[in-house]
């Protein structure tokens, strides 16, 4: 029996009306009979995984990005007297490829706090109580933009570097906790429609992207293993490997790539 995920354990996991949070969602149920409590801002989403799903899956609408909706989520979990043992932060949002401007400083303040001061907050409201649990979980999806920085990504990389950072101290600190870090490098999901990308380029897009439900499997596998650092995908991984042996010229490189595709959404960087 997995012991961090299994049919006695109940999950709440962000993000997970899409993306790499609806995937892990439908692993934990299908595959260990996990009980996930499902939070997202999708209201029609959320209650299309509660038809398929029953009451295996208990949905809870927020805007994670928001400390008082933390406090609510805690307080909605005491009412119902559900206790989770573990927490999944896979919400996150991806800002239009642009050099820092004045409308990348005007989103810095919402990306901040959905990318990285969830985490923040999940954590400082959620680890009392899962601390009390046997074999409790935190896994932070964050994303391979954090393991070389390039241009166009300013305040996403910012974010996302700052929840690595903060994910990996939490891993030291409390050995009661099992916390993951997860940096997944390009993936399939709805992200991608934030950048107003047109059907061709998210075709070209999804040519260099990994599924969504593999990287979820990914995830859940590795950590159920015990790692507490994973990076998923070939780019990833390249990024890893070229920022770590060639700090200057990483960057430039994956600008120049970028660019070579010739598509509009990464022409401003």
Same mark, same amino acid.
């Given at each position: ?7 006695? /354990? &109940?999950?709440?996991? &962000? =993000?997970?009306?899409?993306? $790499? ?14 009980? $996930?409590?499902?939070? =997202? ?11 398929? @799903? ?30 989770? #043992?573990?927490? $999944? ?26 990318? @990285? ?5 999940? #954590? ?14 935190? $896994? ?10 390039? #241009? ?10 700052? =929840? ?7 891993? @030291? ?7 993951? /870090? ?6 399939? /999901? ?33 950590? #159920? ?15 890893? @490997? ?6 200057? /010229? ?10 070579? &595709? ?8």
């Amino acid at each position: 029996m997995n012991k961090y995920f299994n049919e006695h /354990t &109940t999950v709440l996991v &962000t =993000g997970a009306s899409s993306g $790499i949070g609806k995937e892990i969602t439908k692993i934990l149920i299908n595959s260990y009979g996990a009980k $996930i409590v499902g939070v =997202g801002r999708n209201k029609e989403k959320l209650q299309a995984l509660k038809s398929e @799903f029953g009451d295996k899956f208990i949905p809870y609408q927020a805007d994670v990005s928001i400390k008082e909706e933390w406090l609510k989520i805690k307080e909605f979990l005491q009412v119902e007297n559900i206790e989770v #043992s573990g927490v $999944i932060n896979s919400a996150g949002v991806l800002p239009k490829f642009s050099k820092f401007n004045e409308s990348v400083y005007e989103q810095a303040e919402k990306v901040l706090s959905t990318n @990285f001061l969830s985490i923040v907050n999940s #954590s400082g409201i959620f680890m009392p109580l899962l601390v009390r649990k046997e074999n409790p979980i935190i $896994i932070n999806v964050l994303s391979s933009s954090a393991l070389c920085p390039f #241009s166009g990504v300013s305040m996403y990389s910012a974010s996302k570097s700052a =929840g690595v950072r903060f994910s990996e101290c939490l891993s @030291f600190e409390n050995k009661k906790i099992k916390v993951v /870090t997860v940096m997944p490098g390009f993936t399939k /999901t709805n992200v991608m429609r934030s950048q107003n990308a047109s059907e061709k380029e998210l075709s070209v897009i999804d040519k260099i992207s990994a599924p969504a439900d593999k990287v979820a499997k990914k995830i859940i596998k590795r950590a #159920s293993k015990g790692k507490t650092r994973i990076i998923i995908g070939f780019d990833a991984h390249l990024m890893n @490997f070229l920022y770590k042996f060639f700090p200057r /010229t990483a960057p430039r490189l994956i600008g120049w790539f970028l660019r070579k &595709t010739k598509l509009k959404l990464f022409e401003e960087i």
